[in-house]
């Protein structure tokens, strides 16, 4: 079954870190790039970051350029995002999501929540 | 960065009516780089279509897209039941935006 499926969210003090991970199952993940899209009731969808399919170029929305790191593990076919430098305006619900030569996104998780709040 | 704007902010409509969305964009979005996707409460964004007017694989013939340069529309030509749901589109052509949303809802 092609899917993506996202764990590690929770909720976090402002100022400290969490990891969040995306597994995928179904699909040769070492041949696409991948992106973290989040989604709050206020902003909207937003675009947090990508990596490419190698892992060796990483790109970052400039709210979390600087604390927010896109890294994956082709042998383990898993996805990650350290978040540090936590904020409240972070609070969201984080998606992975499939990409491809153009950033559409034709394959999504079901999200994990992350919430930061003291 | 490119700012998306949809219109209306929520369409009450019928099944078996058309529906027609609209997405505008504060500067010409490159090579038609826009897509559209379908979001039900408690799931993940589904893609529709991406380059304007390129239906996703599986998605039905009555969704269409079209639009070029600062204006692009969503069009179902039938609404279904399963269509009511909330549409957003996307620009990648200047990284990544999307619009607010525009509601479906059953009139």
């Known amino acids: 079954q092609v899917q993506l499926v996202e764990s590690g969210g929770g909720v976090v003090q402002p100022g400290r870190s969490l990891r969040l991970s995306c597994s995928a199952s179904g699909f040769t993940f070492s041949t696409y790039a991948i992106h973290w899209v989040r989604q709050t009731p206020g902003k909207g969808l937003e675009w947090v970051a990508v990596i490419s399919s190698d892992g060796y170029n990483e790109y970052y929305a400039g709210s979390v350029k600087g604390r927010f790191t896109i890294s994956r593990d082709n042998s383990k076919n898993t996805l990650y995002l350290q978040m540090n430098s936590l904020r409240a305006e972070d609070t969201a619900l984080y998606y992975c999501?499939?990409?491809?030569?153009?950033?559409?996104?034709?394959?999504w998780g079901r999200g994990t929540l992350v919430t930061v709040s003291s | 960065e490119i700012v998306l704007t949809q219109s209306p902010g929520t369409l009450s409509l019928s099944p078996g009516e058309r529906a027609t969305l609209s997405c505008r964009a504060s500067q010409s979005v490159t090579s038609s780089s826009l897509a559209w996707y379908q979001q039900k409460p408690g799931q993940a964004p589904r893609l529709l279509i991406y380059?304007?007017?390129t239906r996703a694989t599986g998605i039905p013939v009555r969704f269409s897209g079209s639009g070029s340069g600062t204006d692009f529309t969503l069009t179902i030509s039938r609404l279904e039941p399963e269509d009511f749901a909330v549409y957003y589109c996307?620009?990648?052509?200047?990284?990544?935006?999307f619009g607010p949303g525009t509601k479906v809802d059953i009139k």
């Open positions: 996307q620009q990648y052509g200047s990284s990544v935006t």
């Open positions: 999501a499939r990409g491809g030569t153009w950033w559409y996104f034709d394959l």
């Open positions: 380059g304007a007017s």
